[in-house]
Each structure stands twice: as structure tokens, then as C-alpha cells.
């Protein structure tokens, strides 16, 4: 029988992800251990061990931590393996440049997903929910959403199970109401359910198994995405995400 996962790596790995959602503002060793659920004598103790590891940097006058050095080189190390953000690109700046408004694209990292490129659109007043790094839990806004909605039933189900979406304002209900909703249209909306008046909008974008593996989305204000302009927003990110995943499914084979 194989071991299970060492309790301190995964205690780790919470913690770096916690920075990693706060990113570049930084995060006190309190909310990293809140974040990462666990209790903040062993934030603190994981904090140190990884700074010695140069994995995390610590600001010495604000106390607040950031990801390390290391982890650039790491990331340097890995980005030809995992790295699609460059072959993405293009088809997020082109959402941004025909749609004006800010258009992201993210990627499923287990129940979450992350933001991975952040470009804004003409449009001046812009939603500031989204930024390169934040994390969310699957469900949660159109990114969030597009990848849960494209899983099969069975793999929802058990997420839902083990989920908690209570601190986002999501209860069942509403996400099963906006999976149907995603299913029929093929795009995601979130009408502002994180911050009011901050409106979004999500496409899926498959892998070479027709899996939804990263999404692109369109985040803005709210008067900007009425009943009479969804349709053609919605359209253009369809249009996008296939594009994209024909793209991405060329390039990584």
C-alpha cells in the first residue's frame, strides 16, 4: 500500500499557496496559517524553515511574506514542462483589445484555479478581483465556474462533498443552479457574487483529453455586462477558447 502524503509537506504546500494568493502585496504569518488552516505556531515554524530554504522572503519592515528566489528558479526550471501562459497570450489580449474589458486566463490546479495572465482592456473603470496569482476554489467566479460545470457528475458531486464555498457567499443550491446555467449557454457568469458590482464571465479551455484544464474570462463592471451585450461577449469567449484549445492541444503533444 502506497504512504499517504507526509502531513508536513501538505502543511507546506498550503502555506506557499496562501503567499502565492496574496501576491505582491504579501501576507503576515497570522493570515498564512489561517489561509492554509492551520494554527499560527506552525505557520510560523513552516515560514522559517522555508525562508532558510530561500522558498519564501520575509519584508523586515512590514513582516509581511512573499515567495522566494528559489521559487523563481524552480519556476524557471519548470516553466518548458507546464508553461502555456506565452502560447496564450495572443488570444487574451486579443478578448482584451476587441471587448475592452480586462480579459484573463487561469488554470485548474487540483480544487482550485489560478490566475496566470492578467490584461486590461480600454474600458477605464475595470473589476480588481483578478490579478495574476489569486487563487480560487472551483465554483467560484467564471473561471471557477466554467471548469467545475465541464467535469463530469460523478467528479462534482465529490467536490461538492468535500468543498467549502460558505466563505465565498456560494451555497449548493446556487452552484448547482449556476452549473445548469453554464452547461446551457457553454459560458460561465458570475453576476457580481464576490464583490458587488464586479461583474464576470468565463469559457473553458480543454486539453488534449477534452478536459477543462484552464478557462479564459472577462471581468468588468457591472453596466457592462447587461442581458443586451452578454450574447456577444459570451460568443467571443467561446470563439477564444477554442482557438486556444486547439492551440494549446497542438503544442503540448
Known amino acids: 500500500m502506497a504512504d499517504g502524503p507526509s502531513p508536513v509537506v501538505a502543511r507546506a504546500s498550503a502555506v506557499l499557496r496562501a503567499i502565492a494568493s ?25 515560514l522559517e524553515s522555508l525562508a532558510r530554504e530561500g522558498l519564501v522572503d520575509r519584508d523586515r519592515r512590514s513582516g509581511r511574506w512573499s515567495l522566494g528566489p528559489e521559487l523563481y528558479l524552480l519556476g524557471v526550471a519548470a516553466a518548458r514542462r507546464y508553461d502555456v501562459t506565452e502560447v496564450a497570450r495572443p488570444v487574451v489580449e486579443q478578448l ?3 471587448t475592452g474589458e480586462s480579459a484573463f486566463f487561469s488554470a485548474r490546479r487540483g480544487d482550485e484555479t ?38 463530469p457528475d460523478r467528479e462534482i458531486e465529490e467536490y461538492m462533498a468535500r468543498a467549502s464555498l460558505g466563505r465565498y457567499g456560494h451555497d449548493p443550491g ?46 468588468g463592471v457591472e453596466a457592462r455586462f447587461g442581458p443586451d451585450r452578454r450574447p456577444a461577449l459570451g460568443a467571443a469567449l467561446l470563439e477564444a477558447a477554442h482557438v486556444l484549445s486547439r492551440t494549446i492541444g497542438a503544442s503540448t503533444r
Not at 118 to 145: C, K, N, Q, T, Y
Not at 174 to 191: C, H
Request: overall charge negative.
Open 96 to 98: 482584451a483589445r476587441e
Open 22 to 46: 496574496r501576491e505582491p502585496d504579501g501576507i503576515t504569518t497570522t493570515e498564512a496559517g489561517r489561509d492554509a488552516g492551520v494554527p499560527r505556531a506552525t505557520a510560523h515554524r513552516l
Open 174 to 219: 446556487q452552484v448547482r443552479d449556476a452549473i445548469a446555467e453554464t452547461r446551457s449557454s457553454g459560458y460561465a457568469l458570475n453576476p457580481g457574487l464576490i464583490v458587488e458590482g464586479s461583474w464576470g464571465m468565463g469559457a473553458a479551455v480543454f486539453d488534449r483529453d477534452e478536459r477543462p484544464a484552464w478557462a479564459l474570462s472577462l471581468t
Open 114 to 151: 489560478v490566475c496566470l495572465l492578467a490584461v486590461d482592456g480600454s474600458f477605464p473603470l475595470r473589476s480588481h478581483v483578478l490579478h495574476e496569482g489569486i487563487r480560487f476554489p472551483l465554483g467560484v467566479a467564471s473561471a471557477g465556474m466554467v471548469m467545475l460545470a465541464h467535469l
